[in-house]
């Protein structure tokens, strides 16, 4: 099989990253004009609280999504050894196939994953040198038994072919 480069799609990442934005703008106002939002079941400090939140979090999505819009490096690339992951802000680098037991799908409020199974999930935690990364891939692990989440969002390709390339190309070179 030959070497497969899935380019980042810029719309998807653009139109990312203008969701977050909208989002960390209404974290913004939630935390501006508190009182405004209030009722019986969110008091001033909670939805304080989550304003802060919602900043931090849709913040730091932007700036990874920003950092992704205007990077020149290829999405996903499929070969022989492995593949090389820097399709999202958490992207997993370099995966050999040798060290992967399974490829399966797996799903978390309507978003699609291809989870890549690993022999010795430690090695590829270990290797993170980015704190908030590596803290982001134990969630992963924590969540799905799997550091490695794949999705298609930044990608040039549908779900369902990524699932599919992910599949053929671990089934093809596992043994190899």
């Known amino acids: ?22 989002f960390v703008f209404i974290g913004i106002d939630f935390i501006r004009n508190t009182a405004t939002y209030v009722n019986r079941r969110a008091s001033k400090e909670a939805i304080f609280i989550f304003g802060i939140l919602g900043v931090l979090f849709f913040g730091t999505c932007a700036v990874f999504l920003l950092r992704k819009l205007f990077s020149r490096q290829v999405g996903l690339i499929l070969h022989a050894e ?10 997993a680098g370099e995966i050999l196939w040798c060290d992967v037991n399974a490829v399966a ?16 999930p430690e ?23 799997s550091p490695i989440h ?5 990608l040039k390709v549908s779900y369902d072919k990524l699932y599919n390339l992910m599949q053929e190309y671990f089934e093809y070179y596992k043994k190899a």
């Open 150 to 154: 794949i999705t298609a969002n930044g």
């Open 1 to 22: 099989m030959e070497t497969i480069e899935i380019p980042s799609s810029k719309k998807k990442i653009l139109l990312l990253l203008l969701g977050s934005l909208l």
């Open 105 to 120: 799908d797996y799903n978390v409020m309507n978003q699609s994953f291809v989870i890549i199974y690993l022999k010795d």
């Open 123 to 145: 090695k590829y935690i270990n290797a993170q040198k980015n704190i908030i990364k590596r803290k982001l891939i134990i969630q992963n692990y924590k969540m799905s038994g």
């Open 82 to 91: 492995g593949f090389i992951d820097n399709s999202s802000g958490i992207n």
